[in-house]
């Protein structure tokens, strides 16, 4: 019993194994070969971080381990110099992506050991040149630039930007005290006759202005303005005959449109070479205009308006940017009084 036990406990300990890992971690090799050519046939020790081994034919086949592939590895010869070589090494798509799909859990591990990388290239050139003409050869570093590093473009200081966004925060209470009061003295309520196209008071839209100063090519400083809209919610009132098949007659509508400005923060965080990501944070303050409009049977004096001034902010956590030159496209995922959903062209000089 005691054996079977044991048994049991290795066996969960091998699957919740397997389950903290992946794929590239259980399945694949730590080792990769690489082709490295070169002029000369003469015998070469190969030196790298974990081995070293002799070859004497033109093209050399190296094994390296995963997690080295940032390390030199050094040829040595009695007759030649050779250039060191550092492979470099960039991240296994099919991999990384089959980390996304099981939801990333293997991916710390897939780093960790190196697995969810391979080669920069297949195929690699070293130069060599005679040992008494010379001492020493440049480093062939073929390693491709971090995906977190800045990769030296051209800084541009200055950028405008105009977007357009859905989902703007408006605030909620300024809007349902004006609505409440407006059906409460009017006697009103929704308008069951109403069309909204689908949309009804569900999506805000909104339009911005954007100044940033560039510090450096992570950081950006800047100021945030724009205004912002929902759509019309009608009200209704009970007719006056309803004995005839009409319970209701249009009485009106109740708008809201907003005005904000906001200091703005902008943090780069990862690099491609035509692409960026970035993070926006922004706070301010806010003026938020609700008004009824009512029909034209109902006298002006039964016109509902109100000017609130509230918090403004806007949170982006992801954003992409989009083209190197001075115009670029950019689309941001966030809360807060630009939308949900941004997007829209900005300039630099």
């Not at 710390?108 to 920069?120: L, M, N, Q, S």
């Not at 759509?231 to 005005?259: K, N």
């Not at 509230?310 to 689309?331: D, K, N, T």
Request: aromatic share 12%.
């Amino acid at each position: 019993m005691t054996v079977r036990k044991h048994i049991r406990l290795l066996m969960g300990a091998a699957c919740m194994s397997g389950l903290l890992s992946s794929c590239m971690t259980l399945f694949t090799s730590a080792d990769e070969m690489i082709l490295v050519n070169r002029d000369t046939t003469e015998p070469v020790t190969i030196v790298t971080a974990d081995d070293t081994l002799s070859c004497s034919r033109q093209l050399m086949e190296v094994s390296v381990k995963k997690r080295h592939l940032n390390q030199p590895i050094r040829f040595v010869s009695e007759e030649n110099v050779y250039q060191d070589l550092i492979p470099g090494r960039r991240i296994d798509s099919f991999g990384f992506l089959a980390d996304l799909y099981l939801y990333g859990v293997g991916m710390p591990i897939d780093f960790a050991t190196g697995k969810i990388y391979k080669p920069a290239s297949t195929t690699y050139y070293v130069a060599s040149a005679p040992l008494d003409s010379c001492t020493a050869l440049p480093v062939k570093d073929c390693r491709v630039p971090s995906l977190w590093h800045p990769r030296g473009h051209r800084l541009y200081r200055h950028e405008v930007r105009l977007g357009v966004g859905l989902g703007n925060a408006m605030n909620g209470r300024a809007y349902d005290d004006l609505y409440d009061r407006t059906c409460r003295e009017l006697n009103l309520s929704d308008d069951p006759d109403a069309f909204y196209c689908g949309l009804g008071a569900v999506v805000n839209a909104s339009a911005s202005l954007a100044y940033f100063y560039h510090l450096n090519e992570r950081w950006a400083l800047g100021l945030t303005i724009g205004t912002g809209g929902r759509p019309y919610e009608s009200l209704a009132r009970p007719a006056a005959a309803p004995h005839q098949g009409q319970e209701t007659t249009y009485a009106g509508d109740i708008y809201s449109t907003s005005w904000y400005f906001m200091p703005t923060v902008k943090l780069h965080w990862a690099f491609l070479p035509t692409m960026r990501f970035y993070s926006k944070v922004g706070l301010g303050a806010m003026s938020q205009h609700n008004w009824f409009a009512p029909a034209a049977d109902l006298r002006p004096a039964q016109r509902y308006d109100k000017r609130t001034c509230h918090l403004a902010y806007q949170l982006s956590p992801i954003g992409i940017e989009v083209g190197q030159s001075w115009l670029r496209f950019f689309c941001e995922l966030g809360y807060g009084h630009e939308g949900v959903l941004t997007m829209g062209f900005s300039t630099f000089f």
